[in-house]
């Protein structure tokens, strides 16, 4: 490992959260990017600056290894549209089998983004909580894709990308015991209380998982993972 440093992709929910404490276990430096691509709720965003500042109180060890935190706008996403993410619409799935929170090729262009931004940082490790076992069938969380998009942007930046993705074979239940090892309590806790998973953005109804809106397919798969979690 030339450059000891991580790049984590860090969206201010459950997945990216884990994703960063797992990256914060294993590298000497961690910088955080997240992407503002015209979400319909803000809060996601929101919940980014709060989970840093929980992290740096609680966990001293890591807050020295916590670097810079990037948000790169994404507007084109927006400006394609199509997506119950960026647009008012009812979350239903789409006539391609896929629900209409899908937006082609996120995952690509983040990790595209994200990649451009380490180059200039001489950082090769990026870390996403992608994850092909609860995907809602997202053809950009699979596996095959991350390791794909890892070698063209090693050839098209002539210097090797690594794409690491924690998450990949693990459920909702098992991302959440994930935390507890690395974290212990403290990172249930403030995963619970400060992450936004919710495609509604809803921060008013708290449940025993945390908040949201508790109808969206999100808060169905975050709310059925903690109950297999905390009943383990
Ligand atoms: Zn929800």
Request: with cysteine; aromatic share 8%; net charge negative.
């Amino acid at each position: 490992m030339t450059n000891p440093t991580a790049l984590v992709l860090f969206s201010g929910g459950q997945d990216s959260t884990v994703c960063l404490a797992w990256a914060l276990e294993r590298f000497d430096h961690v910088e955080t990017v997240g992407f503002d691509y015209g979400q319909r709720h803000a809060s996601e965003l929101a919940a980014r600056p709060r989970l840093l500042a929980g992290l740096r109180n609680a966990f001293p060890s890591w807050a020295q290894k916590l670097g810079p935190d990037h948000l790169l706008p994404l507007d084109a996403i927006k400006a394609i549209g199509g997506s119950a993410l960026t647009e008012s619409m009812t979350i239903a799935m789409g006539k391609d089998g896929l629900p209409n929170t899908f937006v082609p090729g996120r995952n690509v262009l983040f990790l595209t983004a994200a990649a451009a931004l380490g180059y200039r940082r001489n950082i090769g490790d990026l870390v996403g909580g992608m994850c092909e076992t609860d995907f809602s069938g997202y053809p950009d969380c699979r596996d095959e894709t991350i390791q794909a998009t890892a070698k063209a942007l090693s050839l098209g930046l002539a210097r090797e990308v690594r794409i690491h993705t924690p998450l990949m074979w693990i459920d909702k239940a098992a991302t959440w015991r994930l935390g507890e090892q690395l974290g212990g309590k403290a990172l249930t806790d403030l995963v619970l209380e400060e992450s936004v998973t919710c495609y509604e953005g809803d921060r008013s109804h708290r449940h025993g998982w945390g908040y949201g809106c508790g109808q969206c397919p999100s808060c169905m798969l975050r709310a059925d993972g903690y109950a297999r979690f905390i009943a383990a």
